[in-house]
């Protein structure tokens, strides 16, 4: 066991669908490096594989909640969160294996004066000398990546520091601040609930911190896992989720001033989804953004009156040009001049 019995009890949530091939592995380290105060939380999103019959062999020592519908990776945690009884959580994804002594250097960090949410440092699986992320960066037009992905960990100096969010991969958040923040959106389904959670926080005056002492390991995979997820369905979710993002969470007076760079961008994203065959799915996010008028106003009108910074602030850090190595090509060349070119012009109006 590591040594955490100075630190306040945590909540572990993973929720698994259809994880055999990992769940094992990464309960059994788990129990391993952390105190017997804390809790696991397991929910099950509705797996047909073998993860049931996996998890039952840790039934005394996890409280297993099995979801009947596949309520996504928000509503699976926050199902978890509502039976969570410390006050501090740990969500983690059920492919990452963690190691000793990182849950205490998360929660010296935690510590930190208005810290509400620290991410650990996440190294690929099975490549010990590779980083996956170690948080994510934000776009300006709300596209997002893995910050350092696929850099050596040997070669980047990494410091403690603050960021501009959080991976949902791995992270400790304090319990009260995620309720008051309304936590993950549901209607998010999987993919930019992070993003989106992080953005919300940083509105409400709080900090988010990179924790380079304490490690984790993540199976890490840009492209889908075809036995649970099509591409088609994985870049639905990443492009509606990342209109949500951006509708909700910026001020009317910077959408404004930023309408012309986020047209010019989503015409770019279409001519994308054409040449690989996805435009029905950037479709689908657009009638659903349609559709739910309704939702994104009232989601809106909740965010901007928990909010107490401006997008001015907010933005200071925000990124201008498209960082992550597996992108590039003419596309990305030209709209990261674009980009670059159209944020020096604007930034001082925000």
Known sequence: MSKLKKFSAVTVIIVTYNSCDYIKR???LLLKYISER?????????SYDSTISILNEFESKIKLIINEKNA?????????VLNAKNDFILFMNPD????????????????????VAVQPLVLISGKEKI?????????????EWCTNCLLNYDAVDLRKSYIDAISGSCFLVKKDVYMNSGGFDDEYFMYGEDSDLSWRLRAMGYKLVFCPSSIVFHDYKFLVNKKNLSLKIKFYYLERNRLINILTNYQLSTLVILFPALILTEVGICIYSILN????????????LITHLDYLHKRRMRINNAR????????????????FGMFDGFGIRFFNLFWKLYWRLVKPLI
Do not use: P
Request: include cysteine; charged fraction near 20%.
């Open 131 to 143: 980083i996956n992320l170690t948080g994510k960066s934000l776009h300006f037009t709300g596209l």
């Open 96 to 115: 990452v294996e963690v190691t000793d002594g990182f849950l205490e250097d998360l929660q010296v960090c935690l510590n930190e004066d208005n810290v």
């Open 308 to 323: 107490i910074v401006s997008d001015r602030n907010l933005l200071e850090t925000a990124k201008f040009s498209v960082e």
């Open 38 to 46: 804390d809790e696991v939380i397991v929910v099950d999103n509705g």
């Open 277 to 288: 065959g996805l435009l029905l799915s950037k479709i689908k996010g657009y009638l659903f």
């Open 72 to 80: 996504g990776y928000a509503g699976g945690n926050n199902l978890g």
């Open 26 to 28: 990464c309960i059994t």
